[in-house]
């Protein structure tokens, strides 16, 4: 059978892009997907096409950045499936900008979105998965997260941040909980992150960075089903993929 099968896995940010290509992959191989974002318009719409093809999901609002909406978007996920195996905090804004610009507010959200978000992701999930003693929870860094490229400052900061957390987590829950921590590191992917871009310069930079095509978000749900699939003795700590010509 396949090891994704009859897992419950949430997965924030779901509406668009690395999120709904995962949900509906894993859905796809038998898991139980909770699509949590604000649009939940959308989630509605993606969840009824995959319970059309006799899957499981289901749908939850949620504001990664109030953690009052974090905690009751698991406790529908709990109400819905009993447990939850897999947490997967996506939801993320991109809107590079160059310091200099003082984009302050575009800094505040994404540190908002992207740390904060994440954070309240694994506060809620933690406790579940220690009282289970089983768990993963994974968490979408960048290429960001590794190196900074100009007009990148913010955003690389908020993706270091993920992957640093995420090691300190790994650290302390692997052998005490059996919580799996998984950092997914993806260079340049299609999706309707690049429109939270408002400064053009900043835009020619990152194009410059990935002159050919940029990765599909199936590719990152792949690697993300690759982490999930392994055996509970196995831990994947970090995946980066990057689209071939991607600098
Ligand atoms: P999308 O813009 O397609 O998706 C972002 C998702 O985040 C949306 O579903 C959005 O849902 C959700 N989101 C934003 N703010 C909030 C919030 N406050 N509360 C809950 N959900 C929120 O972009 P991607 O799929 O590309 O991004 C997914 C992740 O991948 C991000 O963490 C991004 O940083 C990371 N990443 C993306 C790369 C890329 O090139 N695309 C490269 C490397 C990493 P809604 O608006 O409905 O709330």
């Known amino acids: 059978m396949d090891k994704i ?9 779901a509406s668009s892009g690395i999120g709904e290509a995962t949900a509906r992959l894993l859905a796809s191989r038998g898991a139980k997907v909770v699509l949590a974002a604000r649009r939940v318009e959308r989630l509605k719409t993606i969840v009824e096409e995959i319970l059309q093809s006799g899957q499981h999901a289901a749908y939850t609002a ?12 698991k406790n529908a996920a709990l109400t819905q499936f009993g447990r939850i195996d ?46 289970q003693q089983s768990g993963h929870i994974i968490n979408i860094s960048s290429v960001a997260g590794h190196k900074v490229g100009m ?13 640093a ?9 692997s052998g005490r909980y059996h919580i799996r921590a998984t950092i997914i ?28 095509q940029p990765l599909r978000s199936q590719s990152i749900a792949e690697a993300i089903a690759y982490a999930i699939e392994q055996p509970e003795s196995v831990s994947v700590n970090e995946i980066i993929i990057r689209p071939t010509e991607q600098v």
């Open 185 to 212: 590191s993806p260079g340049l992917v299609e999706t309707e992150l690049l429109t939270t871009i408002t400064d053009q310069d900043a835009l020619t930079a990152l194009s410059a960075r990935v002159p050919g």
């Open 165 to 173: 957390i995420t090691e300190g987590l790994r650290q302390e829950v």
């Open 86 to 131: 897999v947490w997967i905090n996506n939801a993320g804004l991109m809107p590079l900008s160059y310091l200099d610009k003082l984009h302050v507010e575009e800094w505040e959200r994404m540190v908002d979105v992207n740390i904060k978000g994440v954070l309240f992701g694994m506060a809620a999930a933690l406790p579940v998965m220690m009282e």
């Open 5 to 13: 099968s009859g897992k419950v896995v949430v997965i924030t940010g």
């Open 62 to 73: 949620m504001d990664v950045t109030n953690r009052e909406s974090v905690e009751q978007g």
């Open 151 to 163: 007009g990148g400052a913010v955003y690389s900061g908020t993706k270091f941040a993920v992957r």
